[in-house]
T-cell receptor, first 112, second 119 residues
Framework: SQQGEEDPQALSIQEGENATMNCSYKTSINNLQWYRQNSGRGLVHLILIRSNEREKHSGRLRVTLDTSKKSSSLLITASRAADTASYFC????????????FGSGTRLSIRP | GAGVSQSPSNKVTEKGKDVELRCDPISGHTALYWYRQSLGQGLEFLIYFQGNSAPDKSGLPSDRFSAERTGGSVSTLTIQRTQQEDSAVYLCASSSLPGQGRFITGELFFGEGSRLTVL
């Protein structure tokens, strides 16, 4: 079963705009990660945020975590055509620390 | 090696045949994960290994699926008597867990996947 659910399922924006994707999960977690997948290829790690952190930045990426609402958001600022990909959140449930469960993903398209 | 290596990259088989998918993780990574991804879908957790042992096999879809890891390195995912619904991309990932005791997950490094098509 899926632990995380991303919202929206698909997002299309103009190049230069900001893209926001959300992830909701069901159980308490140790940490939450975001990954990116270009079509037909393996996933690449973007950022990890621990359960005791509320916000984290990496370049044009900003991740927030609200453990009271069991949700996270990924913001990509000043989007580029090369950001077109699918984005997944992945959670490590507190009850099973080494298990990593992925959500269903958001397909992001950047229009030039 | 430099990255996670999976083979074969593509496999076409007939319904009822057995297939073996191989994953060679990054050297020194103690944790290894298998996932399945159907077209346009998210990743379905199958199994993970800590060293040679698999603490959680709950994601394996049926008893036709099995996996092993030897020497704390290479892992093989075996699907017996394949069915058409087994068609998917099978992804392997490895991770270096930060410490002993209660395992806390870190970054996963993924291979490019093995695309399985069952006719």
């Amino acid at each position: 079963s899926q632990q995380g659910e991303e919202d929206p399922q698909a997002l299309s924006i103009q190049e230069g705009e900001n893209a926001t994707m959300n992830c909701s999960y069901k159980t308490s977690i140790n940490n939450l990660q975001w990954y990116r997948q270009n079509s037909g290829r393996g996933l690449v790690h973007l950022i990890l945020i621990r359960s005791n952190e509320r916000e984290k930045h990496s370049g044009r990426l900003r991740v927030t975590l609200d453990t009271s609402k069991k949700s996270s958001s990924l913001l990509i600022t000043a989007s580029r055509a090369a950001d077109t990909a699918s984005y997944f959140c992945a959670t490590s449930p507190y009850s099973s620390a080494s298990k990593i469960i992925f959500g269903s993903g958001t397909r992001l398209s950047i229009r030039p | 090696g430099a990255g996670v290596s999976q083979s074969p990259s593509n496999k076409v088989t007939e319904k009822g045949k057995d297939v073996e998918l191989r994953c060679d993780p990054i050297s020194g990574h103690t944790a290894l994960y298998w996932y399945r991804q159907s077209l346009g879908q998210g990743l379905e957790f199958l199994i993970y290994f800590q060293g040679n042992s698999a603490p959680d096999k709950s994601g394996l879809p049926s008893d036709r699926f099995s996996a092993e890891r030897t020497g704390g390195s290479v892992s093989t995912l075996t699907i017996q008597r394949t069915q058409q619904e087994d068609s998917a991309v099978y992804l392997c990932a490895s991770s270096s867990l930060p410490g002993q005791g209660r395992f806390i997950t870190g970054e996963l490094f993924f291979g490019e996947g093995s695309r399985l098509t069952v006719l």
